[in-house]
C-alpha cells in the first residue's frame, strides 16, 4: 500500500498544478481523513451503499473522491481497498474515457428530460463491475428532476452507485438525502495546505520560496484547488502585491480616526482595479484575522508575516473596535448585492467607522463612552486653583486672577443669564443658570444608569473647581460615584472647563429635586419603601423617602405598589 499523505498523481500534458497534481488514489486525499476512512472501508469489506452524497465547501475534493470511489471499485488490482491507478480501468477513469463512469453537471442538466434520459441508461450494463453516476452539484437539479431521480434511487439497479455532490446541502430535497449515506468535506487547515504546496512543488521542480509558499496558503481559504491556482499564479507573475490588495492604508486610518485619509485609501485602492465587493470581502478577511489573533491566537492561520502585521494592527485597533468594523463591513457586504453604485456603500461604511458620532448602533455609542472616559482619564492635573469662590448664596463675587490659564465659572446669584447661554462660561453665570444646563445638557451626556439618580439630585455650590452635588440616600450616593468619570467629561463637554465632583448626602433635598408636576412638595406623613412596615396607600400627599436606588426606581414606575413575597 502507498504511504498515506503521497504527492498526488502527476498527469502529463497538463500545466494547470490542481489538474496537473490532482489526487488519484484515497492516500493521497488530504485533509479528509474521516472520508478516507470511510469509503476505503466499505471498498474493502465490501459493505458500499447504492447512493452518497459529498457535501462541503469548493475545492475541498469531492469530486475527485467519488472518481477514487470509483476507481477503487472497477480496479483490476485493488491494495488495501485503495485504487491500483495503474491499470487499463484506473488509467481510463483518470483520463476521463471509462464507460464505467458518467460525470453530470446538474447545473445545465437539471430538467425531468435529461434525468429520465440518465436514469434509463442506467440498467444498461458496462464493461466494469460498478456502473458509478456522479451528479455534480445536484442541488441545482428542479424538483421535477429531484423527483426523478428519487424514483432511481429508491429503486437501484445492482450494480449502480450515485454519488451526488454538493456545496449547499440543505438545498437538497430531504427525501432524496434520507436516501444516500451523507459525508460532509471540510476545509484543509493551514498547515496541510502548506505541506501539501510543498510536496507539488518539490514534484513539479517550481521555484518559489516560503513567503510565496505562506502567500499561496492564505489565498487558498482552506481549499486546496484555490491553494494550487493561486500557487500557479504567484509564481507566473513573480509578485505577491499583484495577486491581493494592501490594507496597511485602511487600518492605519481606522486606527487614527481618519476619515480623509480612509477615503484616500480607498481610492487607491479602487484606482488599481479591484472592485467594491473584493475588497469588501478582502478586508473582512483581515479584520477576521486581526479579531481571532486578539481573542484566541492559536484559531488565527494567518503566517509569518502577516501575522506579525495583523497582530500589530488589532492591538492598534483594541477589539472593540475591531468587532464593530467587522460587522460592518459584513452588513455592507450583504447591501453591496443590491446597490448600484457599491462604492459609494464601502466609503460611507469606512467614514461610520472613523466617526462613531456617525453611527448610532450600540457598538458605536460604547465606542464614543469609551473614549470620552478614557480622555478624562488620561488629562492632566488641573492647573493651581484660583481664589475660593463664596458659597452659594454670598451676595459678593470674586473674579479669578488674570494668570490663571483655565476660566472657572463663577456662581453668584446675580446678573441673570439667558436660557441660550453659550457652552463656554464667560464672565460670571447665576446658581440657577448652572443648574439649568446641568439638568438639560449635562445629564443627558451620561450613561443611562447616572441619569436614573443624577434626576434626583440638588448641584449645591461650586467651590474653586469643585461641583458638590447632594443626594437623598448613601445607597444613591454610591450608585452616583460609579458614574462620575462620565458626568466629567459631560461636565467638561458643557462648561469647557475641567472639574472635580464631590458627592454629599442630605435627606432633606428628596422633595426638592422632584419635578414640579410629579410630586407634591410637602406631605403630612412618611412611608419608606422597601421596610418591612406595610406601606399605606399612596396618595397626593405622600412623600417617599427611598432607601435605595432599585427601589425608588420600582416605586416610580409602580406608584402605590405592595411588595408582595
Not at 76 to 103: F, H, M
Not at 397 to 413: C, H, I, Y
Given at each position: 500500500?502507498?504511504?498515506?499523505?503521497?504527492t498526488?498523481?502527476?498527469l502529463?500534458?497538463v500545466?494547470s498544478?490542481y489538474?496537473?497534481?490532482?489526487?488519484?488514489?484515497f492516500?493521497?486525499?488530504?485533509?479528509?481523513?474521516?472520508?478516507?476512512?470511510?469509503?476505503q472501508g466499505?471498498v474493502?469489506n465490501?459493505?458500499?451503499s447504492?447512493?452518497?452524497?459529498?457535501?462541503?465547501?469548493?475545492?475541498?475534493g469531492?469530486?475527485?473522491?467519488?472518481?477514487?470511489?470509483?476507481?477503487?471499485l472497477?480496479?483490476?488490482?485493488?491494495?488495501?481497498?485503495?485504487?491500483?491507478n495503474?491499470?487499463?480501468?484506473?488509467?481510463?477513469?483518470t483520463r476521463?474515457?471509462?464507460?464505467?463512469?458518467?460525470?453530470?453537471?446538474?447545473?445545465?442538466?437539471?430538467?425531468v428530460?435529461d434525468?429520465?434520459?440518465?436514469?434509463?441508461?442506467?440498467w444498461?450494463g458496462?464493461p466494469?463491475?460498478?456502473?458509478?453516476?456522479?451528479?455534480d452539484?445536484?442541488?441545482?437539479l428542479s424538483?421535477?428532476?429531484?423527483?426523478?431521480?428519487?424514483?432511481?434511487l429508491?429503486?437501484?439497479?445492482?450494480?449502480v452507485?450515485?454519488?451526488?455532490?454538493?456545496?449547499?446541502?440543505?438545498?437538497?430535497?430531504?427525501?432524496?438525502?434520507?436516501?444516500t449515506q451523507?459525508?460532509?468535506f471540510?476545509?484543509?487547515a493551514?498547515?496541510?495546505l502548506s505541506?501539501?504546496l510543498?510536496?507539488?512543488?518539490?514534484?513539479?521542480?517550481?521555484?518559489?520560496?516560503?513567503?510565496?509558499?505562506?502567500?499561496?496558503?492564505?489565498l487558498?481559504?482552506?481549499?486546496a484547488?484555490?491553494?494550487?491556482?493561486?500557487?500557479d499564479?504567484l509564481?507566473?507573475?513573480?509578485?505577491?502585491?499583484?495577486?491581493?490588495?494592501?490594507?496597511?492604508?485602511?487600518?492605519?486610518?481606522?486606527?487614527?480616526?481618519?476619515?480623509?485619509?480612509?477615503?484616500?485609501a480607498?481610492?487607491?485602492?479602487?484606482?488599481?482595479?479591484?472592485?467594491?465587493?473584493?475588497?469588501?470581502?478582502?478586508?473582512?478577511?483581515?479584520l477576521?484575522?486581526?479579531?481571532?489573533?486578539?481573542?484566541?491566537?492559536?484559531?488565527a492561520?494567518a503566517?509569518?508575516?502577516?501575522?506579525?502585521?495583523?497582530t500589530?494592527?488589532?492591538?492598534?485597533l483594541g477589539?472593540?473596535?475591531?468587532?464593530?468594523?467587522?460587522?460592518?463591513?459584513?452588513?455592507?457586504?450583504?447591501?453591496?448585492?443590491?446597490?448600484p453604485e457599491?462604492?459609494?456603500?464601502?466609503?460611507?461604511?469606512?467614514?461610520r467607522l472613523?466617526?462613531?458620532?456617525?453611527?448610532?448602533?450600540?457598538q458605536?455609542?460604547d465606542?464614543?463612552?469609551t473614549?470620552?472616559e478614557?480622555?478624562?482619564?488620561?488629562?492632566?492635573?488641573?492647573?493651581?486653583p484660583?481664589?475660593?469662590?463664596?458659597?452659594?448664596?454670598?451676595?459678593?463675587k470674586?473674579?479669578?486672577?488674570?494668570s490663571?490659564?483655565?476660566?472657572?465659572p463663577?456662581?453668584?446669584?446675580?446678573?441673570p443669564?439667558?436660557d441660550?447661554?453659550?457652552?463656554?462660561?464667560?464672565?460670571?453665570?447665576?446658581?440657577?443658570?448652572?443648574?439649568?444646563?446641568?439638568?438639560?445638557?449635562?445629564?443627558?451626556?451620561?450613561?443611562?444608569?447616572?441619569?436614573m439618580v443624577?434626576?434626583?439630585?440638588r448641584?449645591?455650590?461650586?467651590?474653586?473647581?469643585?461641583?458638590?452635588?447632594a443626594?437623598?440616600?448613601e445607597?444613591?450616593?454610591?450608585?452616583?460615584?460609579?458614574?462620575?468619570?462620565?458626568?466629567?467629561?459631560a461636565?467638561?463637554?458643557?462648561?469647557?472647563?475641567?472639574?472635580?465632583?464631590?458627592?454629599?448626602v442630605?435627606?432633606s433635598?428628596?422633595?426638592?429635586?422632584?419635578?414640579?408636576?410629579a410630586?407634591?412638595?410637602?406631605?403630612?406623613?412618611?412611608?419608606?419603601?422597601?421596610?418591612?412596615v406595610?406601606?399605606?396607600?399612596a396618595s397626593?400627599?405622600?412623600?417617599?423617602v427611598?432607601?435605595?436606588?432599585?427601589?425608588?426606581?420600582?416605586?416610580?414606575?409602580?406608584?402605590?405598589?405592595e411588595?408582595?413575597?
Amino acid at each position: 500500500m502507498a504511504p498515506v499523505n503521497s504527492t498526488p498523481t502527476s498527469l502529463d500534458g497538463v500545466t494547470s498544478l490542481y489538474r496537473r497534481f490532482r489526487p488519484g488514489r484515497f492516500c493521497e486525499l488530504r485533509g479528509q481523513d474521516h472520508i478516507v476512512r470511510a469509503l476505503q472501508g466499505a471498498v474493502r469489506n465490501d459493505r458500499i451503499s447504492h447512493a452518497y452524497l459529498f457535501s462541503g465547501p469548493r475545492g475541498t475534493g469531492k469530486t475527485t473522491t467519488a472518481r477514487i470511489l470509483a476507481k477503487a471499485l472497477n480496479c483490476e488490482q485493488p491494495v488495501d481497498g485503495d485504487a491500483c491507478n495503474t491499470c487499463a480501468s484506473c488509467v481510463a477513469i483518470t483520463r476521463g474515457s471509462s464507460l464505467d463512469v458518467i460525470e453530470l453537471d446538474a447545473a445545465s442538466n437539471n430538467g425531468v428530460d435529461d434525468i429520465r434520459e440518465i436514469t434509463a441508461g442506467a440498467w444498461h450494463g458496462t464493461p466494469g463491475r460498478w456502473k458509478v453516476y456522479i451528479f455534480d452539484e445536484v442541488h441545482q437539479l428542479s424538483k421535477s428532476a429531484s423527483a426523478a431521480l428519487l424514483k432511481t434511487l429508491e429503486e437501484p439497479p445492482q450494480h449502480v452507485i450515485f454519488v451526488l455532490a454538493t456545496t449547499d446541502p440543505h438545498k437538497v430535497l430531504p427525501t432524496i438525502r434520507s436516501r444516500t449515506q451523507h459525508l460532509e468535506f471540510r476545509l484543509l487547515a493551514g498547515e496541510t495546505l502548506s505541506t501539501l504546496l510543498h510536496d507539488v512543488q518539490g514534484a513539479a521542480g517550481l521555484t518559489a520560496d516560503d513567503a510565496t509558499i505562506d502567500a499561496a496558503v492564505r489565498l487558498g481559504r482552506g481549499s486546496a484547488r484555490d491553494a494550487l491556482s493561486a500557487l500557479d499564479q504567484l509564481i507566473a507573475t513573480g509578485a505577491l502585491s499583484e495577486t491581493q490588495p494592501s490594507f496597511d492604508g485602511l487600518f492605519g486610518a481606522l486606527s487614527d480616526n481618519d476619515a480623509v485619509a480612509a477615503l484616500r485609501a480607498l481610492a487607491v485602492l479602487s484606482g488599481e482595479g479591484w472592485d467594491p465587493e473584493q475588497l469588501s470581502e478582502s478586508f473582512a478577511a483581515e479584520l477576521r484575522q486581526a479579531f481571532l489573533l486578539q481573542v484566541a491566537p492559536d484559531v488565527a492561520d494567518a503566517v509569518d508575516a502577516d501575522r506579525a502585521r495583523l497582530t500589530d494592527w488589532g492591538s492598534r485597533l483594541g477589539l472593540a473596535r475591531t468587532v464593530r468594523a467587522l460587522e460592518t463591513i459584513g452588513r455592507t457586504m450583504r447591501e453591496m448585492k443590491s446597490a448600484p453604485e457599491k462604492i459609494v456603500l464601502l466609503e460611507v461604511a469606512l467614514v461610520r467607522l472613523v466617526t462613531p458620532d456617525l453611527d448610532s448602533t450600540y457598538q458605536a455609542l460604547d465606542e464614543r463612552l469609551t473614549r470620552l472616559e478614557h480622555s478624562s482619564q488620561s488629562a492632566p492635573p488641573p492647573p493651581p486653583p484660583p481664589p475660593k469662590l463664596q458659597p452659594v448664596g454670598a451676595s459678593a463675587k470674586q473674579s479669578p486672577p488674570a494668570s490663571d490659564p483655565l476660566p472657572t465659572p463663577e456662581v453668584t446669584e446675580a446678573t441673570p443669564v439667558s436660557d441660550h447661554a453659550p457652552s463656554t462660561p464667560v464672565g460670571s453665570i447665576t446658581i440657577d443658570d448652572l443648574r439649568t444646563r446641568f439638568n438639560e445638557h449635562v445629564v443627558g451626556r451620561t450613561p443611562r444608569s447616572a441619569q436614573m439618580v443624577l434626576k434626583h439630585s440638588r448641584v449645591l455650590q461650586l467651590d474653586r473647581n469643585r461641583l458638590t452635588i447632594a443626594v437623598p440616600s448613601e445607597a444613591m450616593r454610591q450608585s452616583a460615584s460609579s458614574a462620575t468619570p462620565s458626568l466629567i467629561a459631560a461636565l467638561e463637554h458643557e462648561f469647557k472647563v475641567k472639574m472635580q465632583v464631590e458627592w454629599t448626602v442630605d435627606g432633606s433635598l428628596d422633595v426638592v429635586t422632584e419635578p414640579p408636576a410629579a410630586r407634591p412638595v410637602r406631605a403630612p406623613r412618611t412611608t419608606t419603601v422597601g421596610s418591612d412596615v406595610e406601606p399605606a396607600a399612596a396618595s397626593d400627599d405622600t412623600v417617599l423617602v427611598v432607601d435605595s436606588v432599585a427601589n425608588h426606581l420600582i416605586n416610580e414606575m409602580f406608584p402605590g405598589a405592595e411588595e408582595v413575597s
